[in-house]
Antibody, heavy 115, light 107 residues
């Protein structure tokens, strides 16, 4: 069975840093595009970053470019999102999702940016 | 960036109704469009990919159509578990944006 499990969310002050993890089982992440999508409280879905199967061209939404970095560890079959210079408006549930069509999703992890 | 506009933003329907949701793209995206369902407190779920292809395991009452800039998601015979929010998303270019969502509520 395919399973994606995010972790690493929590409360952080504005300007702080946090790293989210997404542990994957059931497929090899280096064979698929992997994504991060977020959802602010009471709002819609926002794609924020992806890494293709080749790992060579990383894409970011304008709202996070220069502050967030996507990466992966093939040995751990895990995806990561390194978040720096966090802002109040980054408060959201963060999901990892697989493939170009986002066919599998994790359950999400909540990041709260507040002083 | 390509903008996706869904209509309506919300609708009220009853079990058994036929429901249609529209997604319009700000420029042509061929058939590079997906539909997702999100129930409260849950992760989204892929329903339709490439505008009209039903994802494995999704009930056949869900169908998608369209190409270019105009797309529709139809639920034929609404079931109690279908009351949820639905999102379209394009995969034509980066960034692959979502529509703002359509909430299907109980009448």
């Amino acid at each position: 069975d395919v399973r994606l499990e995010e972790s690493g969310g929590g409360l952080v002050q504005p300007g702080g840093s946090l790293t989210l993890s997404c542990a994957v089982s059931g497929f090899t992440i280096t064979n698929y595009r992997m994504n991060w999508v977020r959802q602010a409280p009471g709002s819609g879905l926002e794609w924020i970053s992806d890494i293709p199967s080749t790992g060579d061209y990383l894409s970011y939404a304008d709202s996070v470019r220069g502050r967030f970095t996507i990466s992966r560890d093939s040995a751990k079959n895990s995806l990561y999102l390194h978040m720096n210079s966090l802002r109040v408006e980054d408060t959201a549930v963060y999901y990892c999702a697989s493939g170009r069509t986002l066919d599998y999703w994790g359950q999400g992890t909540l990041v709260t940016v507040s002083s | 960036d390509i903008q996706l506009t869904q209509s309506p933003s919300s609708l009220s329907s009853s079990v058994g109704d036929r429901v249609t949701i529209t997604c319009r793209a700000s420029q042509t995206i061929a058939t590079n469009l997906c539909w997702y369902q999100q129930r409260p407190g849950k992760a989204p779920k892929l329903l339709i990919y490439s505008a009209s292809n039903l994802q494995s395991g999704v009930p056949s009452r869900f169908s998608g159509s369209g190409s270019g800039t105009h797309f529709t998601l139809t639920i034929s015979g609404l079931q109690p578990e279908d009351f949820a929010t639905y999102y379209c998303r394009h995969t034509y270019s980066s960034p692959p944006t979502f529509g703002q969502g359509t909430k299907v509520e109980v009448k």
